[in-house]
């Protein structure tokens, strides 16, 4: 994933859905059943939120969720 910024990706370990079913969870640990739910109805929401599920999305849908384990550990230990 060439050119990801470094600070989305702690943003998506530690950033939680404001909204709908899945209310509450952290974006990374969102289903990706429920990522393609909002490509299939319309998208993902606009703005900040929206760039943050799709990166979510692409990082999953490509098997890339280890990129996300030392980010997880040093947010866990405050960073």
Known sequence: MEGLNPEILKEIC???MPFG???????????????????????????KLGMQLSTV??????????LLTPIRASVRNGM
Request: proline share 5%.
């Open 57 to 66: 999305y692409e990082i999953k849908l490509n098997g890339l969720m280890d």
């Open 21 to 47: 079913k899945y209310e509450g969870i952290i974006l990374a640990d969102l289903p990706v059943s429920y990522l393609e739910w909002f490509r299939r109805n319309g998208g993902m929401p606009k703005g």
């Open 14 to 16: 530690v950033v939680k």
